[in-house]
């Protein structure tokens, strides 16, 4: 198939392409404004050192993963759901926290995932007042020089996760454009032996036309 022959069939069946991907990508923009946003918090609270010290530095460095293990807890879950009056289960509150260390900056992270956005930084904030506080209650059990102190670097703030409408609605038109071609290549095969006007006959035969007789 040569160049001309698809000039001629986007000319004749582009269309069908168009309209799949106008189609689909419709539908996946409509498919994301019906769901229901959903929101991402973060916070981060940094692990201090009340002196410089090497050894010590790299023991907390491997204890940071206690830490978190320690925070990401169903006791944890419940205090923070009495300190805000939530209406969760320990349980379900614990799968949308997630708690990461961080050892290369001495930083826990706390992402807390909710429907509503101010509600994911209130719960991200009191997750990480706990951390502090526990902290603050360990340190008082430890000389001076060996404390550890947690510090929230900044509050609480979230974004939105879900639906990414935009990468929705390029995906969908992406399927679109591939669905219409398969579409256009389906019907050329299925009318690969039919002979559509004399310049066709021509082009397949060779051979040159004469006469052609018109339909009645």
């Known amino acids: 198939m040569n160049i001309l022959e698809y000039i001629r069939i986007l000319r004749q069946r582009g269309w069908i392409?168009?309209?799949a991907a106008v189609i689909?990508?419709?539908?996946?923009?409509?498919?994301?404004?019906?769901?229901?946003?959903?929101?991402?918090s973060s916070i981060q609270v940094m692990i201090e050192l009340a002196r410089p010290d090497f050894g010590l530095t790299q023991s907390i460095k491997q204890l940071?993963?206690?830490?978190a293990t320690g925070m990401w807890s169903k006791q944890r879950a419940q205090q923070v759901i009495n300190r805000l009056d939530?209406?969760?289960?320990?349980?379900?509150?614990?799968g949308d926290v997630k708690i990461v260390p961080d050892e290369?900056?001495?930083v826990i992270q706390i992402d807390v995932d909710n429907y509503d956005g101010p509600t994911a930084d209130a719960i991200a904030n009191a997750w990480a007042q706990l951390l502090v506080e526990w902290r603050n209650?360990?340190?008082?059990?430890?000389?001076?020089?060996?404390r550890v102190f947690a510090t929230i670097i900044d509050p609480a703030t979230h974004h939105q996760i879900r639906p990414k409408t935009l990468i929705n609605v390029a995906a969908g038109g992406i399927f679109g454009l591939v669905l219409g071609a398969v579409v256009v290549f389906i019907l050329e095969w299925l009318e690969a032996g039919i002979v559509h006007d004399p310049r066709s006959l021509e082009r397949e035969t060779g051979?040159?036309?004469i006469?052609?007789?018109?339909?009645e």
């Open 17 to 19: 392409i168009i309209l």
């Open 24 to 40: 689909t990508a419709a539908s996946a923009l409509l498919f994301s404004k019906l769901q229901q946003p959903e929101y991402r």
């Open 64 to 67: 940071l993963r206690s830490y």
């Open 86 to 94: 939530l209406l969760y289960t320990p349980e379900d509150l614990i």
């Open 104 to 106: 290369s900056i001495m």
């Open 137 to 146: 209650e360990q340190n008082d059990k430890q000389d001076k020089e060996n």
């Open 207 to 209: 051979l040159t036309i």
């Open 211 to 215: 006469g052609v007789i018109p339909p």
